[in-house]
Structure formats: C-alpha cells, structure tokens
C-alpha cells in the first residue's frame, strides 16, 4: 500500500497515512482535530550522483542537521 500525505486546512498540519489509492473516506487532524484535510499531491525524485536536492520553501530554515532535506 502506498504512503499518502494529508494537511490540515486549520492549522497546516501534515500526517502521513498508509491506504489503498482508491481510499475515499477523509483523515481527521492528529494535532487539532479537525476533518477539513486535503490530500497532497506528491511525487517521487530522483537526483544525479552527487547532486545536493533543492529543499522546499517550508525546509529553508532548517539547520538541526537532521532534517532529511537538509542535503548534509
């Protein structure tokens, strides 16, 4: 079964979840509760040897070293 990612409309909270791709029922939020969730549209990368991922808008900040799209 695939991973899908859900946010949170209220607070932009994001869970991932294990379901079959046909699922319809919708996902509550696991940190505030609420049902207005929306499912994410991902895909999958792939990088040439060597060459460091852009990270995303919301990752920029991120220098704990431990985030996975930090790039180090």
Do not use: I, Q
Not at 36 to 55: V, W
């Amino acid at each position: 079964m695939p991973l899908f990612e859900y946010e949170c409309t209220d607070c932009g909270h994001v869970t991932t979840f294990l379901e079959s791709a046909n699922k319809k029922t919708a996902h509550p939020c696991e940190s505030c509760g609420s049902k207005n969730t929306a499912k994410l549209f991902s895909t999958f990368a792939a990088h040439a040897a060597g060459a460091a991922p852009e990270r995303p808008e919301k990752c920029r900040s991120c220098t704990s070293g431990s985030c996975p799209m930090s790039g180090g």
